[in-house]
């Protein structure tokens, strides 16, 4: 059954619908990968085996009463830590949730129950999605497959590293400064964060809630898609859900074509910061989209420059004011309380023995921006740049259809590397940022591997608002241009476990 | 802009409601002064005539007529309470301080 794992969603979906394979063999050929594999590159923080097993029975047994079958029917899946899950532990890879068991389960997670979907367990995570490194969770760090000892990117590391390790076909994340496209990029998937508004954030445990966005990811352009699908559309229980049609992304990823388009490539993502062979990548793949028949066009984004600053302020800011929440009170951790002490005290206890560094650097300095004398100067400020970043996008979408950058500056970072330099660690976010301020789509996926240390590189797509239809357009016709003249997808490359 | 001093983190500590240790102090003063540094030039614009953006979407309140509707029961909302008593959450002192 080894075979299985190497499977896309869609294939997967499509045999089990001509009953060539039970969801059951398909689920437990992804469990037995999980326990061959997992140890080394720790991916899961839980797997939920017996249940990914009745949902899989479930399935087989639906389809052999005839009923009509969702198009992921059967297909495994492997869910970020940060979307509740009724009755399956959710941590947000952080200590102080550690052993909570929702009551509820996130709009996502119902949503993909109802399609169907065959949910492995949740996915190790940067504590309360703040990292760019999954070194961040408060349960150990997760490997990059393609190298043990280097980073799987961040936050949704877990989840990027399950799909380069064949523990599962498809994965969510979520994106609030890059976590889903960062970690795509790194570890040679691909990753889409939908337009934000576009997938419920009900649920999903909030960190900066102006930025968060909940996304597919999936080895293949047309997987992310078929997830896109399962997971999007409006939700009255967020007041911040879209109420539009989803665009259809499905039909743009199985009729990928960029010919007449007009292509922007982003003068800004260069510099000094930028490793030689992700340039070197990138430039072939503009190239390879010039060959395809598209227009390309420089298009200078001056404000994106600030983007990154603008970031590290609104986001700990939200952050601080989002993780109030974590009182000691309701649910979670409680330390000192003895009977002495008062709630205050042990709230404060409870939060210094609960979050780890980067959760309290990122509250500090939300509190410090949002305090009274410094809030103009800097969160208002940040707010300011958001409005100049969103102008950017707006003029750039008066010339061309979609906008391409490399999607990291750099490759996959050693473990430990910036683990005490928090700025040179921000700097792993810096081409996916712009989209979050200003709310648009953006999708990664894999355009090489960088001469230098032979690791993935990512190329970001980047579209207006409810335009998530164009990511898929463009990037199935790369995906499709790429595996034709590598003559395998590029994970192939990746060392065996 | 000031730097960051070991006070100023130990304010920001408390409002927090950190109980951050000593060595914390000293290491976050010392990081939080180059983070602000370094993401300061945000107010270059500052002066600018830009009207602020605080959400990619413009928000307006969503209302739901006002009728009951299943919801958790106390048992599930109480489920994850690290203390409860009489169906309620039970909470440290809250009076009786100074």
């Given at each position: 059954?080894?075979?299985?794992?190497?499977?896309?969603?869609?294939?997967?979906?499509?045999?089990?619908?001509?009953?060539?394979?039970?969801?059951?063999?398909?689920?437990?050929?992804?469990?037995?990968?999980?326990?061959?594999?997992?140890?080394?590159?720790?991916?899961?923080?839980?797997?939920?085996?017996?249940?990914?097993?009745?949902?899989?029975?479930?399935?087989?047994?639906?389809?052999?009463?005839?009923?009509?079958?969702?198009?992921?029917?059967?297909?495994?899946?492997?869910?970020?830590?940060?979307?509740?899950?009724?009755?399956?532990?959710?941590?947000?890879?952080?200590?102080?949730?550690?052993?909570?068991?929702?009551?509820?389960?996130?709009?996502?997670?119902?949503?993909?129950?109802?399609?169907?979907?065959?949910?492995?367990?949740?996915?190790?995570?940067?504590?309360?999605?703040?990292?760019?490194?999954?070194?961040?969770?408060?349960?150990?760090?997760?490997?990059?497959?393609?190298?043990?000892?280097?980073?799987?990117?961040?936050?949704?590391?877990?989840?990027?590293?399950?799909?380069?390790?064949?523990?599962?076909?498809?994965?969510?994340?979520?994106?609030?400064?890059?976590?889903?496209?960062?970690?795509?990029?790194?570890?040679?998937?691909?990753?889409?964060?939908?337009?934000?508004?576009?997938?419920?954030?009900?649920?999903?445990?909030?960190?900066?809630?102006?930025?968060?966005?909940?996304?597919?990811?999936?080895?293949?352009?047309?997987?992310?898609?078929?997830?896109?699908?399962?997971i999007a559309g409006h939700d009255e229980l967020d007041s911040t859900s879209i109420d539009a049609p989803v665009p259809p992304v499905v039909e743009a990823a199985r009729n990928g074509d960029v010919k007449g388009m007009r292509i922007g490539v982003v003068k800004e993502f260069s510099g000094e910061h930028y490793q030689a062979g992700v340039m070197q990548r990138?430039?072939?793949?503009?190239?390879?989209?010039?060959?395809?028949?598209?227009?390309?066009?420089?298009?200078?984004?001056?404000?994106?420059?600030?983007?990154?600053?603008?970031?590290?302020?609104?986001?700990?800011?939200?952050?601080?004011?989002?993780?109030?929440?974590?009182?000691?009170?309701?649910?979670?951790?409680?330390?000192?309380?003895?009977?002495?002490?008062?709630?205050?005290?042990?709230?404060?206890?409870?939060?210094?023995?609960?979050?780890?560094?980067?959760?309290?650097?990122?509250?500090?300095?939300?509190?410090?921006?949002?305090?009274?004398?410094?809030?103009?100067?800097?969160?208002?400020?940040?707010?300011?740049?958001?409005?100049?970043?969103?102008?950017?996008?707006?003029?750039?979408f008066e010339q061309v259809d979609v906008l391409v950058s490399p999607t990291t500056p750099t490759t996959a970072f050693p473990i430990g590397e910036r683990a005490d330099d928090p700025m040179a660690m921000y700097l792993a976010d810096l081409c996916t940022i712009p989209t979050n301020l200003a709310g648009n789509a953006a999708m990664s996926l894999p355009c090489?591997?960088?001469?230098?240390?032979?690791?993935?590189?990512?190329?970001?797509?980047?579209?207006?608002?409810?335009?998530?239809?164009?990511?898929?357009?463009?990037?199935?016709?790369?995906?499709?241009?790429?595996?034709?003249?590598?003559?395998?997808?590029l994970l192939e490359e990746a060392p065996s476990l | 802009m000031p730097g960051i001093t070991r006070e100023e983190v130990a304010h920001l500590a408390r409002l927090a409601r950190l109980e951050l240790k000593d060595e914390e102090l000293d290491h976050f003063a010392g990081q939080l002064d180059d983070i602000i540094g370094a993401v300061a030039r945000v107010s270059?614009?500052?002066?600018?005539?830009?009207?602020?953006?605080?959400?990619?979407?413009?928000?307006?309140?969503?209302?739901?007529?006002?009728?009951?509707?299943?919801?958790?029961?106390?048992?599930?909302?109480?489920?994850?309470?690290?203390?409860?008593?009489?169906?309620?959450?039970?909470?440290?002192?809250?009076?009786?301080?100074?």
């Amino acid at each position: 059954m080894a075979d299985l794992i190497k499977l896309t969603a869609a294939e997967i979906a499509a045999k089990i619908a001509a009953g060539e394979v039970t969801a059951v063999e398909v689920t437990e050929a992804h469990l037995a990968r999980i326990e061959a594999v997992d140890e080394k590159v720790h991916a899961f923080l839980h797997v939920d085996r017996e249940g990914a097993l009745a949902q899989a029975r479930a399935v087989d047994a639906k389809r052999e009463r005839g009923e009509k079958l969702g198009p992921l029917a059967g297909v495994p899946l492997a869910l970020k830590d940060i979307f509740t899950t009724e009755g399956i532990p959710t941590t947000v890879g952080s200590k102080i949730l550690e052993g909570w068991i929702p009551p509820y389960d996130a709009t996502l997670t119902k949503r993909l129950k109802a399609a169907d979907v065959v949910i492995l367990g949740k996915t190790n995570m940067d504590e309360f999605a703040m990292g760019s490194s999954t070194e961040n969770s408060a349960y150990g760090p997760t490997g990059n497959p393609w190298d043990l000892t280097r980073i799987p990117g961040g936050s949704g590391g877990g989840s990027s590293a399950a799909l380069a390790a064949y523990e599962a076909p498809l994965a969510i994340g979520t994106d609030t400064g890059g976590s889903i496209r960062q970690p795509a990029a790194v570890t040679g998937t691909v990753g889409v964060k939908p337009t934000y508004g576009a997938v419920s954030r009900y649920g999903m445990v909030a960190f900066s809630s102006s930025l968060d966005q909940g996304g597919p990811c999936a080895r293949t352009v047309l997987d992310a898609a078929l997830l896109h699908e399962v997971i999007a559309g409006h939700d009255e229980l967020d007041s911040t859900s879209i109420d539009a049609p989803v665009p259809p992304v499905v039909e743009a990823a199985r009729n990928g074509d960029v010919k007449g388009m007009r292509i922007g490539v982003v003068k800004e993502f260069s510099g000094e910061h930028y490793q030689a062979g992700v340039m070197q990548r990138f430039n072939e793949s503009v190239e390879l989209l010039r060959e395809l028949g598209a227009e390309i066009v420089e298009i200078s984004c001056p404000s994106f420059d600030l983007g990154l600053s603008a970031y590290y302020l609104i986001a700990p800011s939200e952050c601080s004011s989002n993780l109030a929440r974590f009182d000691a009170m309701r649910y979670g951790l409680r330390v000192g309380d003895d009977g002495t002490r008062s709630a205050e005290d042990v709230t404060a206890l409870t939060r210094e023995a609960g979050f780890g560094p980067e959760v309290k650097r990122r509250v500090m300095l939300g509190t410090y921006a949002l305090s009274s004398g410094y809030y103009d100067a800097y969160y208002g400020s940040a707010q300011k740049v958001r409005t100049l970043i969103t102008r950017d996008f707006e003029k750039a979408f008066e010339q061309v259809d979609v906008l391409v950058s490399p999607t990291t500056p750099t490759t996959a970072f050693p473990i430990g590397e910036r683990a005490d330099d928090p700025m040179a660690m921000y700097l792993a976010d810096l081409c996916t940022i712009p989209t979050n301020l200003a709310g648009n789509a953006a999708m990664s996926l894999p355009c090489g591997l960088a001469p230098e240390d032979g690791l993935p590189v990512g190329l970001q797509i980047i579209a207006p608002a409810m335009a998530d239809d164009r990511l898929y357009k463009v990037g199935a016709a790369v995906e499709a241009a790429f595996t034709a003249r590598w003559g395998h997808p590029l994970l192939e490359e990746a060392p065996s476990l | 802009m000031p730097g960051i001093t070991r006070e100023e983190v130990a304010h920001l500590a408390r409002l927090a409601r950190l109980e951050l240790k000593d060595e914390e102090l000293d290491h976050f003063a010392g990081q939080l002064d180059d983070i602000i540094g370094a993401v300061a030039r945000v107010s270059e614009v500052a002066d600018q005539d830009v009207p602020p953006t605080s959400h990619p979407l413009p928000l307006t309140n969503v209302m739901r007529p006002d009728v009951v509707r299943p919801s958790l029961t106390p048992e599930q909302a109480l489920s994850g309470a690290p203390a409860q008593e009489q169906q309620r959450f039970k909470v440290p002192q809250i009076l009786g301080e100074e």
